[in-house]
T-cell receptor, first 114, second 113 residues
């Protein structure tokens, strides 16, 4: 398996623009996570899907952020409009839900908003 | 919900020394404790994990210990090497279909040659 695949790997965009980050989880995994990582706040869980259904989105910072999982093999995280403080590494991760299943992270999407 | 505290935030050692990173958790129902290593510019990757039915687990130079009574667990790296330099994250989770591990803030380990 190719692992969790994220795109784009790097994106630089101007403030106010829409940003869409994409993720393909590992085949057979039924849980998907979006994390944001910054020096100041560490690794933050933004949203968690189980069987394509959002279970916990309490980490989504504000209404500018939205996430979807239309099917078991694809998810998007959208920021509209983007702001400089959104600059971070966004990781997608997946696992087979249950006690003690390893979470596998994608390579991350490095976002810079100028 | 679960709260995971990780210490120290930064750890600097000489090559060959041992390194210990400690985590505490708050939810007594947590029973799975993985450790992730994140090298600079890369993704976090699982290096070792422990479940609540064991007190210690070892894999070559790394080991993890768990004290469920005190609700803390630790990562031990012996004979450190420069390639061990990375950020290490501990995590804790409880059983159930809604598996959401809670991560610690991370420890930046620097091994000086």
């Amino acid at each position: 398996d190719a692992g969790v695949i994220q795109s784009p790997r790097h994106e630089v965009t101007e403030m106010g623009q829409e940003v869409t980050l994409r993720c393909k989880p590992i085949s057979g995994h039924n849980s998907l996570f979006w994390y944001r990582q910054t020096m100041m706040r560490g690794l933050e869980l933004l949203i968690y899907f189980n069987n394509n259904v959002p279970i916990d989105d309490s980490g989504m910072p504000e209404d500018r952020f939205s996430a979807k999982m239309p099917n078991a093999s694809f998810s998007t995280l959208k920021i509209q409009p983007s702001e400089p403080r959104d600059s971070a590494v966004y990781f997608c991760a997946s696992t087979l839900a249950g006690a003690g299943n390893t979470i596998y992270f994608g390579e991350g999407s490095w976002l810079t908003v100028v | 919900g679960e709260n995971v505290e990780q210490h120290p935030s930064t750890l600097s050692v000489q090559e060959g020394d041992s390194a210990v990173i400690k985590c505490t958790y708050s939810d007594s129902a947590s029973n799975y404790f993985p450790w992730y290593k994140q090298e600079l510019g890369k993704r976090p990757q699982l290096i070792i994990d422990i479940r609540s039915n064991v007190g210690e687990k070892k894999d070559q130079r790394i080991a993890v210990t768990l004290n469920k009574t005190a609700k803390h667990f630790s990562l031990h790296i012996t004979e450190t090497q420069p390639e061990d330099s990375a950020v290490y994250f501990c995590a804790a989770s409880r059983p159930g279909g809604s598996y959401i591990p809670t991560f610690g803030r991370g420890t930046s380990l620097i091994v000086h040659p």
